[in-house]
């Protein structure tokens, strides 16, 4: 991990204990408020117990407040300080202080003026806090004639809320704590698959596609994604196979011509000829020069479309017109064997394609023909229309392809690792060449045998717009 960054375990860690540190703050403030409003409703509640027994020995007549049970303030509670002590305390309307319990001794309670209605509140009796509640008496004009006050000390409450307050501090870090610890050891043992799956990717490279990673037992989702790395590595695994291949057939088809020119050239300088033998020859090196263009010319073409540096330019073609052109162009490979050729191509049909790497395919194609078929046999192009789809049949009479031609046709070639030690064999660049371009312009290739030789079909959508 690098200096100053944090892992993504930690990120995760940290990330759920902020956002359980303000939940926690929340909790713990409403647990406060909770226990604090539950300990003076509780104090309020013995309060208004106090104040109602209390008025209901109070007798008002005219302007005049009489105690009808004076006893009440000699109760226990009401003398003793020390345990639960209740003071009590009258005061008239100008706030003289007339009668009180004997626990109170020298103190008076505070008594606020013109409160026409029940007031609860702290206060302070000698060096302790109190929590009072005064009441008003009134005359039936609803005047007040005094004030009767009943306090309760809040040393325990204030205690209690004391307690829960340092517990509460104390506790909220180590909470976060081990919360934070928590989750970081859950968080690393989630994202270890995770992890084991980036080591298992960081094994691989591109001459080590082999050994695909374990799929976790649980069908979850870093099983879906396993799965899906490994289909990834198998085609990146295709892929890097048939570029090598691709290499290897472009090398093997460039150094024929190359060694053809070379042979030629030498045996030019060797001696003194005729006129007529040089210009043989030089014929001969300007084919192959012509093949090598050719094929730069494809390769070139094919980088430029398949790494999308050029945008296709397609056109309204003839195809009996292009097969016509085809044909012409190979009338020296055909002649060599003395094929015969069966073309049946309604001349209404027009194509939406790219002719350069229509012809070149095309080209291709036949000319895998005519290597299989015998002298004097026939090749047979046809074409046929169906609900908008286009079928070329490209037939031979002569000897059936193996099963690795086969499939370098139908677009599968074997992607197993060439062996070094064994001697190199090519199904032509040309008919790689012909498979990508057949793949940019979105054209189905077809082989098979049939019962007098082998069958090309290719299935075109793209017509006339």
């Known amino acids: 991990m690098e200096e100053g960054k944090l892992s993504f375990s930690r990120r995760v ?41 209390l008025t209901n020995n109070i007798v008002v007549l005219s302007d005049q407040v009489i105690f009808a049970n004076p006893n009440e303030w000699q109760e226990r509670e009401h003398g003793q300080i020390e345990v639960n002590p209740i003071f009590i305390q009258y005061a008239d309307s100008t706030g003289k202080v007339l009668k009180r319990s004997p626990n109170l001794q020298e103190g008076y309670l505070s008594v606020f003026k013109n409160i026409s209605s029940d007031y609860f509140f702290d206060s302070r009796l000698a060096n302790a806090t109190v929590y009072q509640l005064q009441v008003p008496l009134k005359n039936t004009q609803g005047k007040p004639l005094g004030y009767i006050s009943v306090a309760m000390p809040l040393s325990e409450a204030h205690m209690v809320l004391k307690n829960l307050r340092l517990i509460l501090i104390v506790l909220f870090p180590f909470v976060l704590l081990f919360l934070y610890f928590v ?31 374990v799929l976790p037992t649980r069908k979850d989702e870093l099983f879906s994604l396993t799965f899906s790395v490994n289909q990834l590595v198998e085609k990146l695994r295709g892929a890097a196979v048939r570029e090598r291949q691709f290499a290897i057939e472009a090398s093997h088809e460039l150094r024929t011509p190359l060694s053809v020119l070379r042979g030629t050239i030498e045996v030019m300088l060797r001696k003194q000829r005729p006129s007529e033998y040089y210009v043989s020859k030089a014929n001969t090196a300007l084919t192959e020069v012509d093949k090598m263009t050719d094929l730069t010319e494809q390769l070139l073409f094919l980088y430029q479309f398949e790494n999308n540096q050029k945008k296709i330019q397609q056109d309204n073609v003839n195809l009996l017109q292009v097969v016509g052109e085809v044909l012409n162009s190979l009338e020296n490979v055909l002649n060599e064997k003395s094929l015969n050729l069966d073309v049946q191509v309604p001349n209404e049909i027009s194509v939406h394609t790219n002719k350069f790497m229509f012809v070149s395919l095309l080209r291709t194609y036949i000319i895998q023909m005519s290597r299989h078929s015998s002298v004097e046999q026939q090749i047979n192009i046809s074409a046929s229309l169906s609900e908008n789809l286009l079928q070329i049949d490209i037939r031979d009479n002569g000897i059936k392809m193996d099963t690795e031609e086969l499939n370098a046709l139908n677009g599968n070639p074997n992607i197993s690792e060439p062996n070094p030690k064994e001697e ?42």
Request: neutral net charge.
């Open 13 to 53: 860690a940290l990330s759920f204990m902020a956002a359980t540190a303000a939940l926690t703050l929340l909790v713990f403030v409403l647990i406060y408020f909770v226990v604090y409003h539950t300990v003076y409703n509780d104090l309020k509640s013995d309060l208004r117990a106090e104040s109602v027994e």
């Open 183 to 213: 989750t970081l050891f859950m968080s690393e043992r989630s994202i270890r698959p995770v992890l084991d799956l980036t080591r298992a990717a960081q094994k691989m490279t591109q001459d080590n596609y082999e050994n695909p990673i």
């Open 424 to 465: 190199f064999k090519s199904n032509g660049l040309g008919l790689t060449i012909a498979g990508r371009f057949a793949r940019l312009l979105n054209i189905s290739v077809k082989a098979a045998h049939e019962d007098l030789g082998n069958c090309i079909s290719l299935l075109i959508n793209n017509l006339k717009e």
